[in-house]
């Protein structure tokens, strides 16, 4: 008897030893956040400009049941398609927005406004749902100026010059 309780303790010991080496063993998966403007376009499905035509929120819903978070879709009417395939509008899927008195604030989301003219990064989401890619991953263009979220200013044509380069030379490497 003494024998069959040691051995079931031995297979007990071996079943939980790999089962933790099977869930800590493995090396962690990693992804890395574009951070400087060439990683950022690198990295983006779509970088397009175009201005806001529609805003509007939906409870996320989970199931058969909403939530109280708070999902935002962001209408893009495109003007200029600096990489991706072009389309005349794009819809943005963002974390964060208000209906009525309920809000989901997101603290680093983007701040876009109805009739903006601005210039997106965007990654593809979900069906027909874009998101935002990296830190600086929009621009407030005013007249041939983008504006980032710092109010840093760059010139459109250069950086539309820049992401030629960039994705030129992103192509020559495939």
Request: net charge positive; with cysteine; charged share 20%.
């Amino acid at each position: 008897m003494k024998n069959f309780q040691f051995l079931c303790l031995i297979i007990i010991g071996i079943f939980v030893f790999v089962s933790i080496t099977q869930i800590y063993g493995q090396p962690k998966k990693t992804y890395k956040i574009p951070i400087t403007t060439e990683e950022v376009i690198n990295a983006s499905d779509i970088i397009v400009v175009g201005n806001v035509v529609d805003i509007h929120c939906e409870y996320v819903k989970y199931g058969s049941k909403p939530s109280h978070s708070i999902l935002s879709f962001i209408k893009i009417k495109c003007s200029n398609f600096l990489k991706g395939e072009p389309t005349d509008t794009i819809t943005i899927r963002t974390a964060g927005g208000k209906i009525g008195n309920d809000a989901t604030l997101v603290s680093n989301a983007e701040k876009i406004t109805l009739s903006e003219h601005v210039l997106v990064h965007l990654v593809k989401q979900y069906e027909n749902y874009y998101n935002y890619i990296g830190e600086n991953n929009k621009y407030t263009v005013i007249d041939d100026t983008l504006i980032d979220r710092l109010g840093r200013k760059t010139s459109l044509q250069q950086y539309i010059n820049k992401v030629k380069t960039i994705t030129e030379k992103q192509k020559t490497k495939n």
